[in-house]
């Protein structure tokens, strides 16, 4: 349910959302019918492997999402653990920082970066991250945090729980403005291929780095989730 305060015409949750990792058949079955804003900007890729899950192709795969009720997600982020093997082309040649995009103070210097085929493709892998379309631009609880930060916190909690490693890995489509600034917000360096031609710039957490979680008013982590 939301609820509009005071002149903010921005839409928030009256509620904590809950992260929760969907194991079960039924969980990902309420998937279907999964719906993404309209924008041009959209991840229409995103979508496509949510789906994939909904249909019960989850070999390799674990999901996490986010839920206003037992009835209601608020989005959903789709994970390989044990990384990608088809990542290994984002592995070949030179990759370049990219300065952050949102203040000079956080800026990177570009340098060139080599970036391991074996690394790449073995860290577990954010294959897909997307809100679903009534949430697009509402607010959690708080009137602060959006959706898409929240549920990459659950994601990068989740392997976090699940592996020992330090480090995860995300592509995102260069023409998305807005999940480039979702992964910054979140500490992921941003990585580009010197080939102009390749539609994806690649996003890493480095370090086992867990940004602070949205207050506990707006969001239930994954250890509060009990079944």
Do not use: W
Not at 21 to 45: C, M, N, V, W, Y
Not at 91 to 118: D, F, K, N
Request: aromatic share 6%.
């Amino acid at each position: 349910m939301f609820v509009i305060e005071g002149t903010s015409d921005i839409p928030r949750l009256a509620g904590p959302v809950q992260a929760r990792a969907l194991t079960t058949r039924q969980d990902l079955e309420r998937l279907k019918g999964f719906t993404i804003s309209k924008s041009p900007h959209a991840d229409r890729e995103a979508l496509e492997i949510i789906e994939q899950v909904a249909a019960g192709e989850v070999s390799g795969r674990q999901t996490v999402a986010l839920e206003e009720s037992p009835h209601e997600i608020v989005g959903a982020c789709v994970l390989r653990l044990a990384g990608d093997p088809r990542l290994r082309e984002y592995g070949r040649g030179r990759l370049t920082t990219v300065p952050y995009l949102s203040t000079p103070a956080t800026a990177v210097r570009e340098h060139e970066y080599e970036l391991s085929v074996r690394d790449l493709s073995a860290m577990p892998y954010l294959e897909a991250i997307a809100t679903q379309a009534p949430y697009t631009g509402c607010r959690l609880a708080d009137g602060v945090t959006r959706p898409g930060p929240a549920l990459l916190h659950v994601a990068v909690e989740f392997v976090y729980l699940h592996t020992a490693r330090i480090d995860v890995c995300a592509l995102v489509r260069r023409v998305n403005p807005a999940s480039h600034r979702m992964f910054t917000s979140r500490q992921f360096a941003h990585y580009r291929h010197l080939d102009a031609h390749d539609a994806h710039d690649v996003r890493v957490l480095q370090g086992r780095t867990l940004s602070s979680a949205p207050p506990s008013r707006a969001y239930l982590g994954l250890a509060a989730h009990t079944h």
